[in-house]
């Protein structure tokens, strides 16, 4: 059997991230997201994939070739308008033949839920799962183990089966998919096409769940991916551990990498290729540590994500934060991670104030900033980088208590 897989949108409330990478390349335990999908319906028993392709799609295609490595074969097709997702399913049409899966390339699934998706026999099964906020979701109508609705966001819900966004059809689907129309929001919604099947008569059911199916549709949800994922580590050295060097529980090294005396690792933690790490420095659990990242004297590092190429000079504090690829922190950057009244961290984005469901959340930061304190950054190349500085380290009555998007616009001619 064959999974299709979605890849080709932005990801735009993922910015600054995805300035410059593709939504699904972002990297969580050192692998991109769409690599611990792969490897999950890999395991499950799938031998080929669709990758329905659009913004940076050269990216993806570099890293995954023809699917060799994993002993698969994958096939890229463009969706070159984005119109919703019965729209971008509709792209694996001559593809697919039979029963065939979708997934999304920015939900982690187990190896477990996908096998017992394979097992079934009906033209459509959508998975599902169990939320206590119903009226926020698409939401499944059943009888029995049949599906008889989809309702979106209802006011009523008559179940707490939210759709999860991971589908097995059979090729009858692309049938319903060309007779869907456009809805209210200018999409071909997928539901939309499901819903016509279930009128059709034909035998459309549900598969809940497990714990492990984890939706990132905003930064810090890589900061709850990444410490689920790094649960399961298994510690390995493959580089270089000076003397006076303490790891505590399962630590990964990587080839090349340079571990100085006086560091503490706590882990789980992943530190990846060629990095040089400490001295006397403090890593603390749940943190990712990126190929070729310099972390300096006396520094702390706190459950966060480091992509490639970053350095964070001596004396510095990284709580709880996405650090992108090839930043620098200047000496003594400290990254204020939690509100003086302890409740949860706010963020504004696109004129919306969103609760990120985080009592600590740090600083996210897109590729090739650099920092001189925590109040400045000088920008080396010509674009603009974007900066959540949580406002709740000021200490005054009159701070609001969220963080916010700090967009710096700075243009400099190279030189």
Not at 195 to 210: K, T
């Amino acid at each position: 059997m064959k999974a299709v897989v979605l890849v080709a949108g932005k990801g735009t409330r993922m910015e600054p991230l995805t300035s410059d990478c593709p939504k699904v390349m972002l990297q969580v335990a050192n692998k991109p997201v769409l690599e611990h999908i792969l490897d999950s319906a890999v395991e499950a028993g799938i031998e080929g994939f669709v990758f329905i392709t659009g913004y940076l799609e050269d990216q993806i295609k570099t890293h995954f070739g023809d699917g060799s490595r994993w002993g698969v074969s994958i096939e890229y097709v463009q969706q070159k308008e984005q119109l919703g997702t019965a729209n971008a399913i509709g792209y694996a049409r001559g593809h697919v033949e039979g029963a065939f899966l979708v997934l999304n390339g920015d939900m982690l699934i187990e190896k477990s839920d996908l096998q017992s998706l394979l097992e079934r026999k009906e033209e459509a099964v959508i998975c599902v799962k169990e939320v206590e906020n119903p009226s926020d979701f698409g939401v499944l109508e059943t009888e029995g183990e049949r599906v008889i609705r989809i309702i979106e966001k209802p006011k009523n819900p008559p179940t707490k089966l939210a759709n999860a966004g991971i589908y097995l059809f059979r090729e009858s689907i692309f049938g319903f998919i060309d007779r869907t129309e456009l809805s209210v929001r200018k999409e071909l919604e997928i539901t939309d096409s499901i819903q016509m099947l279930i009128d059709s008569g034909a035998p459309a059911g549900y598969s809940l769940l497990g714990d492990s199916w984890i939706d990132i549709g905003y930064p810090w949800d890589l900061l709850k991916a990444n410490e689920h994922l790094l649960k399961t580590l298994k510690g390995y050295c493959r580089g270089n551990v000076e003397p006076n060097v303490t790891l505590r529980g399962e630590v990964a090294i990587g080839k090349g990498s340079l571990i100085r005396s006086g560091a503490y690792i706590e882990g789980p933690v992943v530190i990846g290729d060629y990095c040089d790490i400490g001295p006397n420095c403090f890593i603390r659990p749940s943190t990712a540590i990126g190929n070729k990242v310099r972390i300096g004297n006396a520094v702390e590092v706190k459950n966060t994500i480091v992509m490639e190429g970053t350095h964070i000079g001596h004396l510095s504090y990284v709580g709880d934060s996405v650090i992108g690829r090839r930043c620098n922190f200047g000496a003594g950057t400290k990254v204020a991670n939690l509100r003086h009244d302890g409740k949860n961290i706010k963020v504004m984005l696109k004129g919306r104030i969103i609760d990120s469901g985080r009592r600590k959340l740090g600083v996210i930061m897109g590729d090739d900033v650099h920092t001189a304190c925590i109040r400045q950054v000088n920008v080396i190349r010509d674009r603009y980088f974007h900066i959540s500085l949580p406002l709740d380290s000021i200490s005054s009555s009159e701070s609001p208590p969220y963080s916010i998007f700090l967009t710096l616009f700075f243009l400099f001619s190279e030189k």
